[in-house]
T-cell receptor, first 115, second 112 residues
């Protein structure tokens, strides 16, 4: 199985443009997550979804939106990108909706540069 | 608010030796999970080991083990018989309900 795939691998985006980062998992996991990783700040949770049809805000949700129309896909959208959104973005999934009992599996990441 | 602190930005260890990475956290909760993740140059995050706070026994996975001190809120990772493939960034993470907090990471160098 592929596990979690993310697309694109990397992207350079002009400020003010919109972009959707794609994330797909084939493990039928209930929960999915989006993180950003910045040097010196570690990983920070942007949004999460406990199950298809529901989403929640993480630590740094501003400027990002997500949707969870089905179990497998969890796209992250930047409506109007700003340079501070330059980062590496990781998608992750876990089997159980009970947050504190499960193990997260991470995708390979997307490197986004906003100019 | 919960916090996770990794006080060692970088560490080095000789191949085949043992190294311990430190992690401390702050929480008022009693029920939570702790994790160590490895991030090699490929950037993918790989789960190394996890510990349930209600378990007194320290988790072990092959060459990786933890020293979990709940009262001290300490969760260190010990890597035995270090191998070149262990070179990576290591992140400590805390989870409770809908919160997950990561430390800033420790870069581990393996010296041949």
């Amino acid at each position: 199985t592929a596990g979690i795939t993310q697309a694109p691998t990397s992207q350079i985006l002009a400020a003010g443009r919109s972009m959707t980062l794609r994330c797909t998992q084939d493990m039928r996991h209930n929960a999915m997550y989006w993180y950003r990783q910045d040097l010196g700040l570690g990983l920070r949770l942007i949004h999460y979804s406990n199950t298809a049809g529901t989403t929640g805000k993480g630590e740094v949700p501003d400027g990002y939106s997500v949707s969870r129309a089905n179990t497998d896909d969890f796209p992250l959208t930047l409506a109007s990108a700003v340079p501070s959104q330059t980062s590496v973005y990781f998608c992750a999934s876990s089997d159980s909706p009970a947050f504190y009992t499960d193990t997260q599996y991470f995708g390979p990441g997307t490197r986004l540069t906003v100019l | 608010a919960q916090t996770v602190t990794q006080s060692q930005p970088e560490m080095s260890v000789q191949e085949a030796e043992t190294v311990t990475l430190s992690c401390t956290y702050d929480t008022s909760e009693s029920d939570y999970y702790l994790f160590w993740y490895k991030q090699p140059p490929s950037r993918q995050m790989i789960l190394v080991i996890r510990q349930e706070a209600y378990k007194q026994q320290n988790a072990t996975e092959n060459r990786f083990s933890v020293n979990f001190q709940k009262a001290a809120k300490s969760f260190s990772l010990k890597i035995s018989d270090s191998q070149l493939g262990d070179a990576a960034m290591y992140f400590c993470a805390y989870r409770n309900d809908d919160k997950i907090i990561f430390g800033k990471g420790t870069r581990l160098h393996i010296l041949p």
